[in-house]
């Protein structure tokens, strides 16, 4: 076992300010040590604390609380004189090299200064300096040069050079190279590794470039809200990391900008919904549509996982034909599935690039979950549903929804011109979509959903009769963020994501004016879509804490009145069916409640057995009467297995 | 396919009292095509943001610049011309965001100004500018459009710089290392951004970065420059996993990886020459370490493959 030249223990850095009396942890009790002759790298993104833990670390700022010990000594209650001995042993690499270099000083003087303030002769400096020179590749002409007279790669060479002057144990090296060429900064990474042999050197660094850290280090340490999320051998963290913000942070990095090798050829915002384009575009939306994420738990408990062969054994009669289970997953374009039983993942599935993590558009399945949010808010006395949507939101007055009730909404009883017609170029839809962005704007058109909005109107009279209709969805919401004053997001993220245990971070998209399109913009994993079913098939309870509440639950399973209901198609589907609450009732013998949206997305509940199913799809067109006819005959031999 | 802008031969000189101190353009040949974009990589001081300002008409008196400059609609365009067409057609984002805005005027005048050149009616500016922002994700446009310049952070600045350049709706962006002033993360989510916009407005682009594998990533075909001339050049994805000329090879092997063993980068041996005037045969020769005896002489650019290779060891 090496010895330890650095240990961090318990250090915590606060910052307060007069705005924030509280303080802001910039370093939350982090302990670590570091080896002789290692090398620490320090990742996360800007603002996670990195440096402000450096600054603690090497004395440069004293920590609120914990300690620090260099070579076994604190720094903490030291004399000057001594204080200045041991910080002898440290030497500093900073960002910015020609900022960081005394532009009045020459190349010789700037090396010097720490040698000089360690109270050495000229003599020992002058041959000091010539060696370092030397080491760090630089010419002996240069000595006399100031610091604009040389390239981004000399100044880094003689910021190298300085931090070595006293002969230091640790060097922290705070992003070394980001300011440098990439060829520059392939010779300053060669010349740190010979140094680091040459001098017995430890590091320290930090860099947001995880090429760098991970060539460098020996160990990473991954640094998110001023905590160590995870600290392990370099190799195993990059390769294979635990913490889901580690997965993220790695993700996001080797998908710097968007590599265009991806994107299937024929790609435009017209064509991206239509098989087999949607095949990509479903998993990517984030990439070329604008979106706002929706962050999940921090520290999500783990989902209990006992597969069930006898699944993938079913076989399916559905329109005069029979089908094996993997048979009918690829008949209905299937991108992944995710089956839960009492609560325990049961079978999983992913195809077409699909992974355990990646998300996935939910489209219209985006409602049953804003139905929830509301749930919430009711139970919370912040919105009133049984309130005009108009005496919310009062640019709405004079269209469809000035008078409609919020719960009308909920249930999809106004009474509208409005063509949910996903064909018609010509339909209120597709207009829907043109100002969700989610289709090209025709020269002249209007951006936003609040302008397009506000242009429909009124048809009959509410409450009387279902009508299914998006804008609905992209009303509530709209209200539900200006009430609360919360961005939709943010919302979901805090009152479902977030204590459900949701693993993986989701998204929504947004409209020109940064408007949440509500009616079918949520991305998420196919896991997470099964744990908030399974969170409604627990009557909204999860790990002991009532997340929705139980009437709501109840009043959804009951369904709408059998007269609002009495609409035809709804009848044909579902006979005694209804619409609750952004959910569809099936009213039958199983009881099942589900959400779903075009191209095959689904989350279905089945009480009876205590089945949840979150699947996606990438079908060829938006609907079809015999892919739900297939859907509904595979979901319900999984129930009765 | 048809293309934007095509560049040939395109020569600057810098000239003092008649006297020609430094050719750092020698003939760059490029063609950008519509929609698409086209990467420009190669070291600090090879060429790249000269070769933007030249297409721009950006230089100062003391440049002296031939060859010939070709738009799509306008065909051949003199210096005259591009005063009218930059900044309407053709728009660039610059490097430091912080320089390219004036200080003394709010951002929100500043976009008025821009706006202002289009014919639309004031009442529809305010939309315009509303919409724009929000579309680069500037979604409190209120105080955006109310700050001076020093009041946003870089991110933020850069941003608002590409919702300015994109308010005429331009055929083609060039990008002059729209990221390298700012903290990585930020920048990284600036360079997204940037690409969906592409995809949502259909621009073609002229990325220009010194960092390789960003240019990897997002260009469909890559220019790599050396010296005032395109040395190695094809579709990316070919030029990037079979580079053929020495500097594009030693351009790849210096970026670090976890599979590569510490003290080991491959890092190209002494500075790009600083005066190009009089050069005589290969300009990579001093630092190339496959030198040949041919090598005394230019090499033309001879089609190899896929890419165009302007290196005597191409033909072996």
Not at chain 2, 235 to 240: A, C, F, I, L, Y
């Amino acid at each position: 076992m090496s010895e330890v030249v650095m240990s961090i223990s318990n250090v915590t850095k606060v910052f307060t300010t007069r705005a924030l009396k509280a303080g802001f942890k910039a370093v939350d009790s982090i302990s670590i040590d570091l080896l002789k002759g290692e090398i620490l790298g320090v990742v996360g993104e800007s603002g996670s604390g990195k440096s402000t833990l450096a600054r603690c670390a090497f004395g440069i700022t004293p920590p609120t609380s914990g300690t620090v010990e260099i070579l076994g000594q604190t720094l903490a209650g030291k004399s000057r004189k001594a204080t200045r001995e041991l910080r002898a042993n440290l030497g500093f690499v900073f960002q910015d090299p020609a900022g960081s270099i005394n532009p009045r000083m020459s190349v010789r003087d700037a090396i010097a200064e720490p040698l000089m303030l360690a109270g050495e002769n000229t003599v020992a400096i002058d041959k000091r300096v010539e060696l370092l020179l030397d080491r760090v590749g630089l010419a002996a002409s240069q000595l006399r040069r100031k610091s604009h007279e040389l390239s981004g790669g000399q100044c880094q060479r003689v910021a190298i050079a300085r931090a070595l002057a006293t002969n230091p144990k640790i060097v922290l090296l705070d992003e070394p190279t980001s300011s440098l060429d990439l060829s520059v900064q392939a010779q300053i990474l060669n010349l740190l590794e010979e140094l680091r042999q040459g001098f017995d050197l430890t590091y320290f660094i930090i860099s947001h470039n995880l090429d760098v850290v991970s060539h460098l280090s020996d160990r990473v340490a991954v640094m998110k809200d001023g905590k160590f999320v995870e600290v392990g051998d370099t190799k195993s963290v990059i390769t294979n990391p635990t913490h889901v913000f580690t997965r993220e942070l790695i993700s996001t990095y080797s998908r710097v900008g968007l590599d265009k090798r991806e994107i299937p050829v024929g790609f435009t915002l017209d064509s991206w919904q239509n098989g087999p384009l949607n095949r990509w575009a479903f998993q990517n939306v984030e990439k070329f549509l604008p979106t706002a994420i929706i962050e999940p738990s921090l520290n999500p408990p783990s989902i209990p996982v006992a597969i069930d062969s006898a699944i993938e054994a079913i076989e399916i009669d559905v329109a005069d034909q029979r089908f094996t289970f993997p048979e009918l997953l690829a008949d209905l374009d299937t991108d992944s599935i995710v089956i839960m039983r009492k609560g325990v993942l049961v079978y999983e599935k992913y195809f077409n690039e699909m992974t355990v993590n990646s998300p996935h558009l939910l489209q219209s399945v985006s409602k049953s979950i804003l139905g929830a949010l509301y749930a919430i808010m009711a139970q919370k006395a912040v919105i009133d549903v049984e309130r005009t949507i108009g005496s919310y939101l009062p640019e709405l007055i004079n269209s469809a929804f000035g008078k409609a009730t919020i719960s009308q909404a909920l249930d999809m009883s106004i009474s509208i011109y409005f063509s949910e017609d996903y064909l018609d170029p010509q339909s209120e839809m597709t207009r829907l979509d043109i100002a969700a962005g989610w289709r090209s704007a025709p020269e002249g058109t209007d951006c936003g959903l609040r302008p397009f909005l506000k242009t429909l109107r009124i048809q009959d009279e509410h409450g009387k009769a279902f009508q299914y209709c998006s804008a609905n969805t992209d009303v509530l919401a709209w209200l539900i963020a200006e009430v609360t004053g919360i961005s939709y997001p943010e919302l979901v993220s805090t009152y479902l994501w977030n204590p459900m245990g949701a693993h993986d971070r989701a998204s929504i998209i947004l409209d020109c004016q940064g408007l949440s399109v509500g009616n079918g913009g949520i991305s998420t994993s196919t896991r997470d879509l099964a744990l908030f079913g399974q969170l409604i098939l627990n009557s909204g309870c999860f790990n002991n804490n009532q997340i929705i509440p139980q009437f709501w639950i109840d009043e959804t399973f009951a369904g709408a009145s059998p007269k609002v209901a009495s609409v035809d198609y709804l009848q044909a589907l579902h006979p005694g069916g209804s619409y609750k609450n952004q959910w569809w009732i099936t009213a039958s013998q199983s009881r099942e409640i589900y959400g779903v949206g075009i191209y095959g997305q689904y989350i279905w509940v089945d009480p009876t057995s205590e089945t949840v199913i979150a699947k996606f799809s990438s079908l060829e067109v938006p609907v079809d009467a015999l892919h739900s006819r297939k859907h509904m005959a595979l979901f319900r031999a999984i129930g009765r297995l | 396919m048809n293309s934007v802008l095509k560049i040939t031969q395109l020569e600057v000189d810098f000239c003092l009292n008649g006297v020609i101190m430094n050719s750092p353009l020698r003939g760059m040949n490029l063609e950008v095509k519509a929609g698409k974009t086209l990467g420009i990589v190669g070291e600090t001081g090879c060429g790249k943001t000269l070769t933007a300002m030249a297409i721009m008409g950006l230089l100062p008196s003391t440049a002296v610049v031939r060859g010939d400059i070709e738009l799509a609609d306008h065909g051949r365009v003199t210096a005259v011309d591009m005063a009218r067409i930059r900044g309407e057609e053709i728009v660039m984002i610059f490097q430091n965001p912080q320089s390219a805005f004036n200080p003394i005027f709010t951002i929100g005048e500043q976009l008025k100004m821009v706006a202002k050149r289009r014919n639309i009616a004031r009442s529809e500016i305010e939309k315009l500018l509303i919409s724009r922002l929000t579309s680069v994700g500037l979604n409190d446009t209120k105080r955006v459009l109310a700050s001076y310049p020093h009041e946003l952070s870089g991110g933020m600045l850069q941003r608002a710089m590409i919702a300015m350049s994109l308010l005429s709706s331009p055929k083609l962006l060039i990008a002059d290392e729209p990221t390298t002033a700012l903290d990585a993360t930020v920048g990284d989510q600036v360079l997204r951004l940037i690409q969906e916009l592409q995809i949502s407005e259909g621009f073609a682009m002229l990325f220009i970065s010194h960092d390789v594998s960003a240019v990897g990533k997002t260009s469909d075909e890559i220019a790599v420059v050396y010296a005032g001339k395109i040395v190695e050049t094809g579709p990316t994805p070919v030029v990037m996993n079979n580079p053929k000329h020495p500097y594009t090879q030693g351009l790849l092997g210096a970026i670090p990886s976890a599979d590569k063993a510490r003290g080991t980068l491959v890092a190209i041996s002494g500075n790009v020459p600083s005066k190009l005037t009089g050069l005589v045969g290969c300009s990579f020769v001093e630092r190339c370490p496959m030198r040949i005896d041919r090598c005394v002489d230019e090499p033309p650019m001879v089609k190899v493959d896929e890419h165009s290779v302007a290196c005597w060891r191409s033909e072996q």
